[in-house]
């Protein structure tokens, strides 16, 4: 069973920056693709982005291009959100997800799901 643990949420000022890590752990990391979700108080869960096993390809929402960069690291079982120039707009519970597909991922239906960090950005 794949376990996912978040961390780096936290509190920080508009234009500022987090990183989130995801640690892996149960099945082969390279084997799964990568995501990060956000969900806002009283919004639908929403894609962010998604790195292939290998980091090959990644793929953004329109909202997070140019600010967000998703990464990974197969030597250690983690991946990685750089989130720089926030907005107020970023504020959400932001989750790891894992899945075989990358395609399962931007569709919103990744196979495994972390617990969630806050990611909360004042203006």
């Known amino acids: 069973q794949v376990q996912l643990v978040e961390s780096g949420g936290g509190l920080v000022q508009a234009g500022g920056s987090l990183r989130l890590s995801c640690a892996f752990s149960?099945?082969?990391?390279?084997?799964?693709?990568m995501g990060w979700f956000r969900q806002a108080p009283g919004k639908e869960r929403e894609f962010v982005a998604v790195i292939s096993g290998r980091g090959i390809s990644t793929y953004y929402t329109d909202s997070v291009k140019g600010r967000f960069t998703v990464s990974r690291d197969n030597t250690k079982n983690t991946a990685a959100l750089q989130m720089n120039s926030l907005k107020p707009e970023d504020t959400a519970v932001y989750y790891c997800?894992?899945?075989?597909?990358?395609?399962?991922?931007?569709?919103?239906?990744?196979?495994?799901w972390g617990q969630g960090t806050q990611v909360t950005v004042s203006s």
């Open positions: 997800a894992a899945s075989t597909s990358v395609q399962r991922v931007r569709d919103n239906s990744p196979d495994y």
């Open positions: 149960g099945r082969t990391f390279s084997n799964y693709a």
